[in-house]
T-cell receptor, first 114, second 108 residues
Framework: ETGVTQTPRHLVMGMTNKKSLKCEQHLGHNAMYWYKQSAKKPLELMFVYSLEERVENNSVPSRFSPECPNSSHLFLHLHTLQPEDSALYLC?????????????FGPGTRLTVL | GIQVEQSPPDLILQEGANSTLRCNFSDSVNNLQWFHQNPWGQLINLFYIPSGTKQNGRLSATTVATERYSLLYISSSQTTDSGVYFCAVEYPARQLTFGSGTQLTVLP
């Protein structure tokens, strides 16, 4: 495996379900990110981790819970989501935090909340 | 917060045509990147270009930081160029703020 991988690629869940999204990077990077991409809207940064510590949390509802057990893995735990949370969730990594470092994106998880 | 506006929002081209995409931003930024998102959702970084001009094959980009805009040029477009092109600026510090994108469709 190379680059940034995400699983699952597609997920359909009910509002009462609990699920997790997984991201793994094989680039030796120190920073990892979760973004939300809704239809017709710009990408929204949700969480930023640097060396497994959360650096930024952009006022994301508590029904989204990130976890970064090591610098290669990032999870997004989902519970009691709303239909408006349906979106493409993208994971990215970069060597370090900062706009100077190129961010490498995974293929995304297409989430549908019924 | 900063406003990042891209134009045009949609663009349809015939294969072989050239195009220019624009990104305007409302405040001074240290860094700017261009991305391409293919029809399957994969985002690929094209350029890191806080100022000046860079070229990579048929693509080139120019950023005039003092005037708060950046341009992405696509020459001799191909159907594989289709997708959404995003610019993103570093604002606030250490974070990227994305524009709404330009949806490009290249017809065979």
């Amino acid at each position: 495996e190379t680059g940034v991988t995400q699983t699952p690629r597609h997920l359909v869940m009910g509002m009462t379900n609990k699920k997790s999204l997984k991201c793994e990077q094989h680039l030796g990077h120190n920073a990892m990110y979760w973004y939300k991409q809704s239809a017709k809207k710009p990408l929204e940064l949700m969480f930023v981790y640097s060396l497994e510590e959360r650096v930024e949390n952009n006022s994301v509802p508590s029904r989204f819970s990130p976890e970064c057990p090591n610098s290669s893995h990032l999870f997004l735990h989902l519970h009691t989501l709303q239909p408006e949370d349906s979106a493409l969730y993208l994971c990215a990594s970069s060597q370090d935090i900062g706009g100077t470092d190129t961010q490498y994106f995974g293929p995304g998880t297409r989430l549908t909340v019924l | 917060g900063i406003q990042v506006e891209q134009s045009p929002p949609d663009l349809i081209l015939q294969e072989g045509a050239n195009s220019t995409l624009r990104c305007n931003f409302s405040d001074s930024v240290n860094n700017l990147q261009w991305f391409h998102q293919n029809p399957w959702g994969q985002l690929i970084n094209l350029f890191y270009i806080p100022s000046g001009t860079k070229q990579n094959g048929r693509l080139s980009a120019t950023t005039v930081a003092t005037e708060r805009y950046s341009l992405l040029y696509i020459s001799s477009s191909q159907t594989t160029d289709s997708g959404v092109y995003f610019c993103a600026v570093e604002y606030p510090a250490r974070q990227l703020t994305f524009g709404s994108g330009t949806q490009l469709t290249v017809l065979p």
